[in-house]
């Protein structure tokens, strides 16, 4: 099974890059590795998907080494407001979409 | 445009009655994910329809729990005999496909039970 592992929680400050990394060591070949973002008292939303190397959006960047063995999402310049609960996903045997329990992230003024 | 509904956002219930959830899809999606988030917890799958099929039910946690889902379209959870340890935020999320791909899921906002 794709089992993810991640930092329980992280705390940062404002203007500050933050790197959270993902380990999935038993990623399969077709696997894609998406990370969601969530806030309290809402469902998780999606920020970024890939699959090798790196791939950026308007939101944040992925990093995906060779081995595709982790993934390090990276958020620009944080703020007050990206404090919530990020995860990394990966898709493991039989389908079933696992969440690891996700990295609480805590922005400071 | 419309994402992914569910009803009713929150549920107060009495342990050992049944409760039923619903959820609306996005239009268009065929599969369909249920999750259950205790609180200050990550999320839990539960169990996952392609169409109106569920290949894996694996994530159900006991024979109280059961779902369907009709006309590739709207899916509803069912819990009987509820105890205070389902209380729960249960969340709902469809794609446009399942495997492989890793299509992007988008989640509903959950409907909140709480079994006293």
């Known amino acids: 099974l794709a089992k993810t592992t991640q930092p329980i929680s992280m705390d940062s400050y404002e203007g500050q890059e933050v790197n959270i990394t993902c380990s999935h060591n038993?990623?399969?070949?077709?696997?894609?590795i998406t990370w969601y973002q969530q806030f309290p008292s809402q469902g998780p939303r999606f920020i970024i998907q890939?699959?090798?190397t790196k791939v950026t959006n308007e939101v944040a960047s992925l990093f995906i080494p060779a081995d595709r063995k982790s993934s390090t999402l990276s958020l620009p310049r944080v703020s007050l407001s990206d404090t919530a609960v990020y995860y990394c996903?990966?898709?493991?045997?039989?389908?079933?979409?696992?969440f690891g329990g996700g990295t609480r992230l805590m922005v400071k003024p | 445009g419309a994402g992914v509904s569910q009803s009713p956002s929150n549920k107060v219930t009495e342990k050992g009655k049944d409760v039923e959830l619903r959820c609306d899809p996005i239009?268009?999606?065929?599969?369909l994910y249920w999750y259950r988030q205790r609180l200050g917890q990550g999320l839990e799958f539960l169990i996952y329809?392609?169409?109106?099929?569920?290949?894996?039910k694996s994530g159900l946690p006991s024979d109280r729990f059961s779902a369907e889902r009709t006309g590739e379209s709207v899916s509803t959870l069912t819990i009987q005999r509820t105890q205070q340890e389902d209380s729960a935020v249960y969340l709902c999320?469809?794609?446009?496909?399942?495997?492989?791909?890793?299509?992007?899921?988008?989640f509903g906002p959950g409907t909140r039970l709480t079994v006293t």
């Open positions: 239009s268009g999606h065929t599969a």
């Open positions: 999320a469809s794609s446009f496909g399942t495997y492989g791909r890793s299509y992007e899921q988008y």
């Open positions: 329809f392609q169409g109106n099929s569920a290949p894996d």
């Open positions: 890939g699959y090798k």
């Open positions: 038993n990623i399969a070949t077709n696997d894609y």
């Open positions: 996903r990966v898709p493991n045997a039989g389908n079933m979409l696992t």
